[in-house]
Each structure stands twice: as structure tokens, then as C-alpha cells.
């Protein structure tokens, strides 16, 4: 991509930012450090504290736990990038420093095998997670350095990386293994474009390679422990754990729903850099199949908690759902790399629906209460008595155990402006994935262009883009291609084209519109994208959603609650005509659009207590429901909630 600059100037977003800035950051430091009243320990900064030798103990936490501390650095990154603060990057040093401290003499880096089982580094590949964490310090030393131009983080990163790429590799003595949590992959990538050290891309290229090879490294290594595991039962399951078979041979998304989408997203990023046509294939073909078969509306992906994975085509239940939110994270880094492959709006489309839907819902308004689990439809006293629905939780929580998804929420939102836009190498075409509020620079010809994009989404959808020319002499021109997605919001209307006030035609290509044009100094655009309340209905295949409908508008999924509705919200259906209306509600929910409805729900009246049964009658009587946007679930008091709503058309 183009060497092009964002800064992101959008009213919903900017709040978002900001509350990563002055909230969630803050909040999850005073998380890591264990002093978060009545939420679970982290021991993240504890076990480094041990490790460094600076205290004494045992290891606390899960054997990941490592990773936290680094996705939170990566955060506080893209903070520092946006919004410096000697404070905030005073607390980072001092956390890189204790990093440093724990760091070995040879390189190596990991709490859990430094506290707890010295000497055995490298003997659990399948469930350790030892590389999974190598990764995660490898992004968050890129992007620390990139932020900063620091570089204490990123030599510690090359440490851990050059001994990594001894020990394993095709070469005599070296380990043909790879890790039982894809990340590194990625991480790889990252840190090779940020140092130019191609023996990290070809790491990363080894791993790929070398995942699901025979023998299985897996199962080799597990006999070598003495069938002995740390937390699964019996042999690896290697469908759970992706290496099933080689990568390019895969034909369908299988197992842990966020180990499949990082392991795509290195494959995708290596497809581009290494013209990888077979990888490229396989991406493709995987990303039909899990966004095609095994998504949800919401772009939630994972459809049990056994094993937080996949299941099968079309099955999607919405109840017993798990969805987790680094797994839409995951796919939202996925979709990404398929844009640097090719421009296609199916890729862009979902990013933006499991960005506003999936993402932002996992986090509450206040920024310090958190989903892992993201439903599509909550009874709270199943959740309470039901084990298969333990999982499922009505109420976001202060904190979790395994708290991987809360600081990848904040390094997500914090890189948001690196999502918004792709600019040709030779600043010849600029398409515009999403329309969030924005000042792109770049240059083309060797003249700087400012493309100032004002957005009012997800609420409004007019979106207009403004051209400054301040390199260009007076009544001078620039060519470039402006290409503006056409999203897939389901509704049948085109978006409108204005440029400087005129409509005008455009070309459609692979899902953009493209603008093809001479622009001067001042010229206008205007993108008017039709936004209404729309029913959605479900492939016959998913038979969970059989019968029932969804309301979208733009790009956000709409659910009814037990706070506007009554419960229980399983007796509410749609009105064959629902007469669907908008509404602005500036004091619901830190303000946000509702969409009302006629619906029907079923009379109780008459029913007697102990009766659970009796001869069928339609008792039904005519209401009009509310509904709100899906992120803002949950932030009111417990109770049901709802996505899909049975419609007596069916």
C-alpha cells in the first residue's frame, strides 16, 4: 500500500477512541495489576515480577497469560500514535522494561515456563501457547516502535525472534514443528515490514508450510510427553487445531474459531507478499466457506463453546451460541488482507459487519465491563441454570480469567484508521472501504492530495468526501480514481453519486463505485447511501433462524430487549405487515435510532399455573415493539433479548 497518513475526525468513532483512550486503557492496567475490585485476577504483571526475579511465587493464571500485557502495549501504541501522553508512555517503558527483565540471556521469553516448568520450553507446542505469545509481543514491538520510534520493545522482539528461527526449521537439529495456537504467523509478517528482516518472512513461511504436514508433529510430541497433556483429554485433535491437513488443502473452516482466522489471516498476508497462488486459492475458498455458511448475522463466528469452534455448515444456533470476540476480530484482520489481495466489497462488508455488530457490542458504554460470548438471543435464568448456557452471559463482566478479547478490543479500535482506506502504490486510485469520518494524505504525481471524508454512519447515510490540492498550482488538477463501496445493507435502492453537486453516473467494478476524474482544488463529492429498517431472512439451511426475520439498518443488526418489550420475548412475533418506523432517541443509550414495529405476542391470560400444556388457539394480541441497535444491548438491566423474531408470514 501507498505510504498514505489517516486521522480519524468522525463523531460516533471519535468517542470510541476516546473512551479506549481514557477509559478501557487505564482501566485494563489497573486490570493486569490485579486491582480491580470483585474481578477475576489477571497475574499478568505479577508473573513478569516473578519472572524477573523481583518477587517471589508461583505462576498465576492461564499459560497464555503473557499475551495480555502485549496486546495491552499494542493499545497503548496506537494511543500514543494518535494522542501522545507522557504519562501513559511512561507506565508502557516502565512495563517494557520488567519485559526486558524477564527476558533470558539467549533470548527466550515466557513467564509461565520460567516460574513453572524451567526446562521444559518447546516439549508442548499443541497447547502451551508459547509462540501464540512470541506473536503478541512481536505486534506490540512494531507497532510500540512505529508509535514512538522506541526501540527497547522491538530488540527485545528480534531477541526472542532470531532464537525462535534457530531452533526451528527444515535444517538438521532444527524443530519441524509449529504452534498449536496460529499467531506468530502474522506477528511475523509484521515484524519482518517493520524491520526488513527477511528471515522472519520466511519463518512465517515455514510455518504455514509445515502445519498439517505427515507425521503429525502433534501427535509425535504427545507420545514424547508420555500422553501426557496440559488441560485436553487424550490424543490431539488436530481438526481442532487446524493442522488436519497442509493448509492449501483445506477445504472448509474447521476448529477454534480464532486460531482458524489468524492462521488465514498470515496466509493471506503471504499469498500477496510471496505471490502465493495456491494460498491465495485456499484463502479464498476458506473464506467462502466461513462467511458464506458459518456466519452470523451479527459477524459473530464459532458456533459452540466445545472447543470454542466451528461446527458445520449452516449450523448456527443463537442460543447456545458462543461467537467469541476475538474470533470477529480475527476475521476483521482477515478481511483486511483479502482487500490488500484484491479489492472486492465482500470482503470490506463483513469487516463492517463484525465490526459494528459483533466488536463494539462485546464492550459496554462504560468501557470496563466486557462480553467474551456474544449471543443472539439471551434467556438470563438459562444462563443461570442451564449448563449447556453457563457460557452464555446476560451482563458483561469486569474482567475474565482467560481475558484475551478485552485488550484485542482496544488494540482494534485503536488501529481503526488503518482500516478505512486503500491507496494504489503509484497514488493512482483511492478506494474506500469504510465510511467512517477521516483525512487521508497521499500523493500522486508527486503531488500531496487531502481527501477529508464526513461521515455521519451508522446513523445517517450521507457520506461526502472533500479534495484539497495544496501542492497543485491555482486551477491545476490531479487524476486518481476514487472507489466507494457499495455496501451490502440488503436493501434494493443504488447509492446516489453527487460530485459537486450534480449526479452523475459511475462504473461498477467488483462492488465499487469508481470515479474516474481530473480534480481540482475544492471539488465535492457526495456518496448517498439508502438506510432504512429492513427485515432479513435466513438461508433455508440455518434452521435455527427457519420462520423468523432480523432487522438491519445500514450496517447495524437490531435486537428487542426485556426493557422495552416485556418478557417473554419468545412469545413475540412480527405482524405480517410489521409497518416498520424510525425514531431518533437521544436519551436512550447514549442516543442511537430505534425501530418500532407491530408485532404480536401470545396471551397468557387463562393459562393455569401447574398447565403446561393445552389444545392450540390463536391467542395472540397486537403490540408494537421496540427495537435498538445490537451493540447497545445489555447496558440496561439484565433480562432477555432477542435478534431473530418469528413472522407469521412464514
Known sequence: MHDAKVHIKDEFWNDYIELVRRTVIPYQWEALNDRIEDAEPSYSIRNFRIAAG??????????????????????????????????????????????????????????????????????????AHELYCAGHLFE??????EATGKRKLLDIACRFADLIDGLFGTKPGQLRAYCGHPEVELALVRLYAATGEERYLKLSQFFIDERGSRPSYYNEEWERRGRKNIWSQG????????????????????????????????MADLARLNDDAGLREACERLWANTTGKQMY?????????????????????????????????????????????????????????????????????????????????????????NPDRFHVKPVRQKWFGCS??????????????????????DGGSVHVH?????????????????????????????????????????????????????????????????????????????????????????????????????????????????????????????????????????????AGEPRLSEREASGLLGGCVVVEGDGKVTEDAGWEEELPYRPFGKRQRAVRFKAVPYYLWGNREPGEMNVWLRHSSY
Open 54 to 127: 523481583l518477587e517471589e511465587g508461583e505462576f498465576g493464571g492461564w499459560i497464555f497469560q503473557d499475551s495480555d500485557l502485549y496486546k495491552w502495549l499494542e493499545a497503548v501504541a496506537y494511543s500514543l500514535r494518535r494522542h501522545p501522553d507522557p504519562a501513559l508512555e511512561q507506565i508502557a517503558d516502565e512495563a517494557i522494561d520488567l519485559i526486558g527483565q524477564a527476558q533470558r540471556d539467549d533470548g527466550y521469553l515466557n513467564t509461565y515456563f520460567t516460574i513453572q516448568e524451567p526446562g521444559r520450553a518447546w516439549t508442548n507446542l499443541y497447547e
Open 140 to 145: 506490540a514491538a512494531t507497532a510500540y516502535y
Open 235 to 266: 490424543a490431539p485433535n488436530l481438526e481442532v487445531y487446524q493442522s488436519h491437513l497442509p493448509v492449501r488443502e483445506q477445504p472448509v473452516a474447521v476448529g477454534h474459531a480464532v486460531r482458524a482466522v489468524y492462521l488465514y489471516t498470515a
Open 297 to 385: 448475522i451479527t459477524g459473530g463466528i464459532g458456533a459452540t463453546h466445545l472447543g470454542e469452534a466451528f461446527t458445520f455448515d449452516h449450523d448456527l444456533p443463537n442460543d447456545t451460541v458462543y461467537a467469541e470476540t476475538c474470533a470477529s476480530i480475527g476475521l476483521i484482520f482477515w478481511a483486511r488482507r483479502m482487500l490488500q489481495l484484491e479489492a472486492r466489497s465482500e470482503y470490506a462488508n463483513v469487516m463492517e459487519r463484525a465490526l459494528y455488530n459483533n466488536v463494539l457490542g462485546s464492550m459496554a458504554k462504560d468501557g470496563k465491563h466486557f462480553f467474551y460470548v456474544n449471543p443472539l438471543e439471551v434467556w438470563p435464568e438459562a444462563s443461570r441454570s
Open 404 to 425: 484475551c478479547c478485552p485488550p484485542n478490543v482496544a488494540r482494534l479500535i485503536g488501529s481503526l484508521d488503518t482500516y478505512i482506506y486503500d491507496v494504489a502504490e
Open 434 to 574: 469504510l465510511f467512517i469520518g477521516s483525512e487521508l494524505s497521499f500523493e500522486t504525481q508527486g503531488r500531496k492530495i487531502v481527501l477529508t471524508q464526513r461521515s455521519a454512519l451508522p446513523w445517517n447515510g450521507r457520506v461526502e468526501f472533500g479534495i484539497s490540492l495544496p501542492d497543485v498550482p491555482v486551477g491545476g488538477d490531479a487524476a486518481f480514481e476514487l472507489a466507494l463501496r457499495i455496501p451490502n445493507w440488503f436493501n434494493a435502492e443504488r447509492p446516489t453519486l453527487l460530485v459537486n453537486g450534480e449526479r452523475c453516473d459511475y462504473r461498477v467494478d467488483r462492488g465499487y463505485a469508481l470515479i474516474e476524474r481530473a480534480w481540482r482544488d475544492g471539488d465535492q463529492a457526495a456518496w448517498l447511501l439508502p438506510l432504512q429498517a429492513t427485515l432479513v431472512e435466513a438461508n433455508p439451511l440455518i434452521r435455527a433462524d427457519a420462520g423468523k426475520a432480523a432487522i438491519q439498518r445500514g450496517p447495524l443488526v437490531y435486537c428487542v430487549e426485556e426493557a422495552d418489550n416485556g418478557k417473554p420475548l419468545a412469545s413475540l412475533s412480527l
